[in-house]
């Protein structure tokens, strides 16, 4: 009887293991099918990437491969290579970005993040902080836009870009008030710099005239 009862046991606990790792296996696979996903949707967009989005594109990533990375070795030897080469493409990818980022003084960095955000440390601000932080930085942008250079602008973007890499961070912790809020302002935003873009164009023809 105690030999039956072992042997059901064992039975029982080889069972439940085997269980779990069939869960984790499936998971794993959801996994890579949505970095994969994510990867040929992001590369289709690779050319039109501006440097504000690149905060949440690596927030992005950090999310879709943290539970690869952690049990990477349950992967099949087609998926690991799979997702090996999926995490070398997205590397290249950033390593490009960062070389384009590099010439970003950073003192003159800091004096932007302090003019738009009122704080140099946006990767500390708390959620509370967030929808304020947002209204400052909409307000200095549709004040200061039409004197602004291309330069100028690409500090501007940055600010914004680490914004929205915290907001990613935070978006749990906000009510729905400042969410809604936030969406609106980051909209505004976009559809400013679009028109700096529209002005630019509309000027380029007049030259070729």
């Known amino acids: 009887m105690k030999t039956l009862k072992k ?21 794993l696979e959801q996994d890579l099918q949505d970095l994969r996903t994510w990867m040929r949707k992001k590369s289709a967009q690779a050319d039109s990437v501006t440097r504000a989005e690149w905060p949440t594109i690596k927030q992005e990533f950090r999310s879709l491969t943290s539970g690869l990375d952690r049990n990477k070795e349950k992967l099949s030897a087609e998926d690991k290579e799979e997702y090996n080469a ?20 950073g003192r003159e960095l800091e004096r932007w993040e302090q003019l738009m ?19 400052r930085l909409t307000d200095y942008t549709r004040a200061h836009r039409r004197n602004w250079s291309l330069r100028d602008w690409e500090y501007a973007e940055f600010v914004f870009g680490e914004l929205n890499s915290r907001k990613a961070e935070v978006l749990d912790n906000l009510s729905n008030s400042d969410k809604i809020k ?28």
Request: cysteine-free.
């Open 7 to 27: 042997y059901l046991m064992a039975a029982l606990l080889a069972g439940t293991i085997g269980s779990v790792q069939a869960q984790t296996t499936s998971q």
């Open 182 to 209: 936030i969406a609106a302002l980051q909209v505004e935003f976009a559809t400013l710099k679009k028109s700096r873009d529209a002005q630019e164009k509309y000027n380029d023809m007049r030259e070729k005239r």
């Open 86 to 105: 999926l995490k070398s493409r997205y590397n290249a990818w950033e390593e490009r970005n960062e070389a384009e980022s590099v010439n970003l003084n």
């Open 117 to 135: 955000t009122g704080t140099t440390r946006i990767g500390a601000i708390k959620p509370a902080g967030m929808r304020n932080a947002y209204i």
